[in-house]
């Protein structure tokens, strides 16, 4: 009789399997920093580039496996890479296309965190950078120099909303070899193909980044990114960067995501209905200047929006009449009940942020206070009752 092993060792090799096939709505969570290898000549044989197997926890799971390959179908790409948030998808972009004497160049309206990246980070390692109006696609060709090796483009802006020409900013960039990089938290991969916008794939972008954090998530409690292509060799490039970074996502935020990804597309629509509802209603309102959502006409960039998407995300911008002192629109924020104040997209809950558009766009002619809305799950009469007392609370009667 051979001898039983010690308890922890049968507890930690017990020879059970639980029998295959098991199959359920959603995918199983796997969770691992080590990978077991059957054999020495498995080991030997991993492969980083293809997925084909497993080596290391941070290198793919089943889980992550699984979530980049949705993330990817959503997106209209081939490959996806899954990063710790939204910023960080940014920053893998950059530092993996990006060396000593190059120059990227960004949007003036771009997520500001991604220009500090530019301004505080990128210069330290020899990487230049300047800004371009997107509104201008003359701007852009103006912009591109011999050391340009990645544009960055957003649609839409950042707070502000304009929605720029899409197609003609890639068609530029294409023309003199720069490689181009979208952020498209906004289209979240439901309000136009990131890789041919508005039907024409010759106008797609080289690679599209998300913050999963907004729209895949929509819980308010995940922060994660995506990094897709459709180029095999760009993004073997960029999953070398990501390797070699260090760059991983848990499990359980993985899970979160897969929970989360089929009802996208509804959440986006049901998002999208409500913000335009709002967005509608401040039109009428004496105390704003601009209601700045891209799908309202007259709203800077509409046309381009019209004309590349179908839907628009459940956000929007109302820029104060100059003659209201910031402390009154700070009074109004202050003065809201349902909507809280706070960063970030997407979440059940609808939000409010103050900007002074002098500090976000320095050198640009946008002046004044802008509040942004982020549309949550709340009835629309609810927070228009909400808008509506705030404004009385801040404003009078
Ligand atoms: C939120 C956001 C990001 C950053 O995402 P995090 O996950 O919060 O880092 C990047 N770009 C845009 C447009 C965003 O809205």
Same mark, same amino acid.
């Given at each position: 009789?051979?001898?039983?092993?010690?308890?922890?060792?049968?507890?930690?090799?017990?020879?059970?399997?639980?029998?295959?096939?098991?199959?359920?709505?959603?995918?199983?969570?796997?969770?691992?920093?080590? !990978?077991?290898?059957?054999?020495?000549?498995?080991?030997? #044989?991993?492969?980083?580039?293809?997925?084909?197997? +497993?080596?290391?926890?941070?290198?793919?799971?089943?889980?992550?496996?699984? %979530?980049?390959?949705?993330?990817?179908?959503?997106?209209?790409?081939?490959?996806?890479? %899954?990063?710790?948030?939204?910023?960080? #998808?940014?920053?893998?972009?950059?530092?993996?296309?990006?060396?000593?004497?190059?120059? =990227?160049?960004? @949007?003036?309206?771009?997520?500001?965190?991604?220009?500090?990246?530019?301004?505080?980070?990128?210069?330290?390692?020899?990487?230049?950078? *300047?800004?371009?109006?997107?509104?201008?696609?003359?701007?852009?060709?103006?912009?591109?120099?011999?050391?340009?090796?990645?544009?960055?483009?957003?649609?839409?802006?950042?707070?502000?909303?304009?929605?720029?020409?899409? /197609?003609?900013?890639?068609?530029?960039?294409?023309?003199?070899?720069?490689?181009?990089?979208?952020?498209?938290?906004?289209?979240?991969?439901?309000?136009?193909? @990131?890789?041919?916008?508005?039907?024409?794939?010759?106008?797609? =972008?080289?690679?599209?980044?998300?913050?999963?954090?907004?729209? /895949?998530?929509?819980?308010?409690?995940?922060?994660?990114?995506?990094?897709?292509?459709?180029?095999?060799?760009?993004?073997?490039?960029?999953?070398?960067?990501?390797?070699?970074?260090?760059?991983?996502?848990?499990?359980?935020?993985?899970?979160?995501?897969?929970?989360?990804?089929?009802?996208?597309?509804? *959440?986006?629509?049901?998002?999208?209905?409500? #913000?335009?509802?709002?967005?509608?209603?401040? &039109?009428?309102?004496?105390?704003?200047?601009? $209601?700045?959502? @891209?799908?309202?006409?007259?709203?800077?960039?509409?046309?381009?929006?019209?004309?590349?998407?179908?839907?628009?995300?459940?956000?929007?911008? =109302?820029?104060?009449?100059?003659?209201?002192? !910031?402390?009154?629109?700070?009074?109004?924020?202050?003065?809201?009940?349902?909507?809280?104040?706070?960063?970030?997209?997407?979440?059940? $809950?609808? %939000?409010? =942020?103050? +900007?002074?558009?002098?500090?976000?766009?320095?050198?640009?002619?946008?002046?004044?206070?802008?509040?942004?809305?982020?549309?949550?799950?709340?009835?629309?009469?609810?927070?228009?009752?909400?808008?509506? &007392?705030?404004?009385? #609370?801040?404003?009078?009667?």
């Amino acid at each position: 009789m051979p001898k039983r092993p010690a308890l922890p060792t049968e507890l930690i090799h017990h020879p059970y399997t639980p029998p295959a096939g098991f199959e359920a709505p959603q995918p199983g969570v796997f969770k691992a920093s080590t !990978v077991i290898f059957p054999n020495t000549a498995a080991l030997q #044989a991993r492969d980083w580039k293809e997925k084909n197997g +497993y080596t290391y926890g941070l290198h793919g799971t089943p889980t992550t496996f699984t %979530l980049e390959e949705r993330i990817a179908t959503l997106e209209g790409g081939l490959h996806t890479l %899954l990063v710790p948030s939204g910023l960080a #998808a940014i920053t893998l972009v950059d530092t993996s296309l990006l060396g000593q004497g190059d120059e =990227v160049l960004i @949007p003036d309206n771009a997520y500001g965190p991604g220009k500090e990246l530019a301004r505080q980070e990128l210069k330290r390692w020899g990487i230049a950078h *300047r800004f371009y109006d997107a509104m201008d696609p003359g701007s852009l060709a103006a912009a591109i120099g011999p050391a340009t090796r990645l544009v960055w483009l957003e649609a839409p802006g950042s707070i502000t909303m304009e929605f720029p020409d899409l /197609p003609a900013l890639v068609r530029i960039a294409r023309a003199r070899g720069v490689t181009t990089a979208l952020d498209n938290t906004w289209g979240a991969g439901v309000a136009f193909d @990131p890789f041919a916008p508005g039907g024409d794939g010759a106008a797609g =972008v080289d690679i599209s980044v998300q913050a999963l954090t907004k729209f /895949p998530s929509g819980g308010g409690d995940v922060l994660m990114g995506s990094v897709t292509t459709r180029d095999d060799a760009l993004h073997l490039r960029l999953k070398a960067t990501h390797m070699h970074m260090g760059w991983g996502v848990g499990a359980n935020d993985a899970e979160a995501l897969l929970r989360s990804l089929p009802t996208v597309a509804l *959440r986006y629509a049901a998002q999208d209905a409500a #913000a335009r509802e709002l967005a509608r209603w401040w &039109q009428g309102r004496l105390e704003v200047a601009d $209601v700045l959502h @891209p799908a309202l006409p007259g709203s800077p960039g509409h046309a381009h929006w019209l004309r590349n998407c179908t839907a628009a995300a459940g956000l929007f911008s =109302v820029r104060f009449d100059e003659r209201h002192p !910031v402390a009154r629109v700070h009074a109004f924020v202050d003065a809201l009940r349902l909507f809280r104040i706070g960063y970030s997209w997407a979440g059940p $809950v609808s %939000l409010a =942020v103050p +900007y002074d558009l002098s500090v976000i766009r320095p050198g640009s002619s946008w002046r004044g206070t802008l509040v942004r809305f982020s549309i949550g799950f709340e009835a629309v009469e609810d927070l228009i009752a909400d808008l509506e &007392q705030a404004l009385v #609370a801040a404003f009078g009667g």
